[in-house]
């Protein structure tokens, strides 16, 4: 599983879906089904891969999903 500086339940509030959605995002990126989601999630967790720092994931999400 994707390792993560954050909980499963602020990621979703960051990033305004449900746990079980966040949870069905990262089991299809994990499988590599990247394409049966949005985008922007792809891109989310591949940037978590490299920046695996809360502050951050946080600000990458203000800036990205909190309009």
Not at 4 to 21: E, G, H, W
Not at 31 to 59: A, G, H, R, S, W
Request: hydrophobic letters at 45%; one cysteine or more; aromatic letters at 18%.
């Amino acid at each position: 599983m994707l390792e993560m500086d954050i909980s499963i339940y602020k990621l979703a509030k960051l990033t305004n879906i449900s746990r079980p959605t966040l949870y069905k995002y990262l089991d299809l990126y994990e499988k590599n089904e990247v394409y049966k989601m949005p985008f922007q999630f792809v891109v989310l967790f591949d940037f978590i891969k490299k920046n695996n720092k809360f502050e951050t994931i946080v600000e990458y999400c203000l800036i990205n999903f909190i309009s």
